[in-house]
């Protein structure tokens, strides 16, 4: 799978009714994410010269991890469930 769908939003409760603070929020933000969108794009890179290997995890990823481990859990309850559903 080659396809992420990336969504932001940033919030503009300081001068809501300045529309040159809103256009330089979003200017700041969009910034941002071009970012992200070039480090994801290099990642994806990398990953299919070898789409085989292993992913490791790095330190920073911490969020990450916690969240593949919740999935995982999850995906092995209902595997579960099934499992016994069916006996």
Do not use: W
């Not at 009714?17 to 070039?38: H, L, M, Q």
């Not at 994801?40 to 085989?52: S, V, W």
């Amino acid at each position: 799978e080659q396809t992420c769908h990336y969504h932001f939003i940033q919030a503009q409760g300081f001068a809501p009714d300045n529309d040159a603070v809103t256009k330089g929020i979003y200017d700041t933000v969009c910034v941002a994410f071009d970012e992200d969108r070039d480090i994801i794009e290099a990642q994806q890179r990398m990953i299919n010269l070898d789409p085989d290997r292993a992913m490791m995890a790095a330190p920073f990823d911490g969020p990450l991890t916690h969240i593949r481990r919740t999935v995982d859990d999850v995906i092995d309850a209902e595997n579960n469930l099934k499992s016994v559903a069916a006996e």
